[in-house]
């Protein structure tokens, strides 16, 4: 009679050499998170962060008013209708002017009941008031004076704005010229560290930009209309300042 001699088998070595794997595995993929996060610096070498600012000013070319017609009446039909008409009016007094159709933007039509109070007594509605509002993108602000007052004489009772902008074209090349202006002054004063140090600028490391736009200033400018059309609403665009923020860190060495 044969006897039969059960097998062994190691359970535990998969699970260990599991373990190990995923320790190993664990370190390595570690490693790659550590060189995103930690420039490589030479043992000898010195970080040095520097921030600068720099920037430039640009007439703008660009204006955005809001306009709009205010209308009550008993009943908010007629509130509506006399709203509608007058708008109609205002909307043409706009493309009369050379406004294309892209630069106008319904903001906002509103319709909301008037109500009249006592002492001791629920609200009355007494009529409704009707609102129509649209933006208005002028690209040409010699013009800007005159388009007011078209609008006010065509129908329009609410005006505001202007804001004054400078088209993406334009306002990229000034960035571009306040970048290589943050970028020089930011060289020349690691240069000066680097001096003051008995060192050397061996690198730029990394470069972080922030941007930004202040309004315009109101700064008076000459508008050659003026001689021909005296009684158009005076409008100063003043200058747009934009600017560009860097941080930028050297690595200095002998």
Known sequence: ?????????????????AAAAALAFGALSAMPARAQTTPYVATDGTLLSVSTQAETKRAPNLATISTGVVTQAADANAAMRANAEQMNKVVAAIKAAGIADRDVQTSGVNLNPQYRYAENQPPTITGYQATNTVNVTVRDIAKLGKLLDALVATGANQINGPSFDVDEQEKERAFDEARRAAVEKAQARAE???RTLGMRVRRIVSISEG???APPRPVMMAMARAEKAAYDTSISPGENTLS???????????
Not at 1 to 17: D, G, Y
Not at 244 to 254: A, I, P, R
């Open 192 to 194: 000066t560290y680097a």
């Open 211 to 213: 941007g930004g736009f």
């Open 1 to 17: 009679m044969t006897s039969r001699v059960p097998s062994f088998r190691p359970a535990l070595r998969p699970l260990a050499f």
């Open 244 to 254: 560009v923020n860097l941080d930028v860190v050297f690595e200095l060495g002998k």
